[in-house]
């Protein structure tokens, strides 16, 4: 179960982020089924799955929720076996059902995102509050992000403020940049551009790529901050280099206009390609106006820089 990150934004207009689910763990801590389920956790620590399975599996039958979740979660990930949903939902199930924070929360998942089981989202808000109330920070985020969006519940941007903040209290970056930007927005509390700064600044400070493109964009324009072109390069290019194509189409701009950096033609058409080769239509816009102020040269210069970026990436992410 991927937590996800959708964004809508466009340059110089004001973004709105989403819903971003954590990729659950499956190794939990201790259980009072002793020594069975610590060699499950070994075996699984050291990628021995199948015996973790053959350990666990007669615990999940003696309903021991944490045998449960383990087993939905490998399941889930078909790790020691393989992948099904059905079973990694019953599973899930039975540990949710006597209070698992984690199971609960994925049931969430899997009601909201409707793949294993039909869409269901006022299951999904019902599993969402169970695990949010249980101090899950993830579902305390989810939850919020419920209420924002009026999916399952009548919209309350009060409600989600709420628990965007109990979230984020506890330090879980998304919760942060969504606080920061109900702040920004001014839904659910009074607009306060340096609140906004403050929580976008914590969540970018935990690498979250989001909320570095939005701080940056906050320097740029110097909403709630002194303007500093400088400091929003920074801010776009941490998250250009993790992937995010709005951080890659900002930094783009940046060296269209020479703000903050010398204007540079070819990075700018390299940043809009990348960001383009992501689904960033309008990216791709940017780079094809650029070109008719570029040499050939030039454009073949950003190609060639454009290819062996991905190809540095790809050998980063193997």
């Known amino acids: 179960m991927l937590y996800q990150q959708f964004i809508q934004i466009n340059y110089m207009k004001k973004p709105l982020l989403f819903l971003l689910v954590l990729d659950f763990l499956f190794l939990c801590g201790d259980s009072v089924y002793g020594n069975d389920f610590s060699d499950g956790l070994d075996a699984a620590n050291r990628g021995d799955y199948n015996t973790a399975y053959k350990l666990w599996l007669p615990l999940a039958e003696k309903n021991n929720a944490e045998s449960q979740f383990n087993l939905g979660a490998m399941y889930d990930q078909g ?15 039975l540990s949710a059902e006597q209070g698992h924070p984690k199971a609960q929360f994925n049931l969430g998942e899997m009601y909201r995102e409707g793949i294993i089981v039909t869409r269901d989202f006022e299951k999904a808000l019902a599993w969402y509050r ?13 939850l919020g992000l419920m209420y924002a969006e009026g999916q399952g519940v009548k919209q309350s941007y009060k409600e989600a403020i709420k628990w965007y903040r109990l979230s984020a209290e506890q330090g879980y970056a998304l919760a942060e940049s969504n606080l920061g930007l109900m702040y920004e927005e001014g839904q659910g509390v009074q607009q306060n551009f340096e609140e906004a700064i403050e929580w976008y600044g914590l969540a970018a400070k935990q690498g979250l790529s989001g909320a570095q493109s939005k701080l940056g964009l906050m320097y740029q324009t110097g909403k709630g901050v002194i303007q500093n072109y400088k400091e929003a390069v920074r801010l776009y290019r941490e998250s250009a280099e993790q992937g995010n194509v709005i951080g890659q189409e900002y930094l783009g701009v940046m060296y269209v206009l020479g703000q903050g950096v010398s204007k540079d033609y070819v990075l700018a058409h390299m940043w809009f390609s990348i960001s383009g080769s992501n689904g960033n ?6 780079m094809r106006l650029l070109e008719e102020e570029m040499s050939p ?5 950003a190609q060639k820089m454009t290819r062996k970026w991905k190809s540095n990436r790809l050998k980063q992410a193997k």
């Open 130 to 142: 169970l695990s949010a109330k249980n101090g899950l920070a993830e579902a305390q985020c989810n």
């Open 281 to 286: 239509q309008k990216a791709l816009k940017n």
């Open 297 to 301: 040269s030039q454009v073949e210069k």
């Open 79 to 93: 790790k020691g076996v393989h992948p099904n949903g059905m079973r990694a939902f019953k599973w899930y199930k």
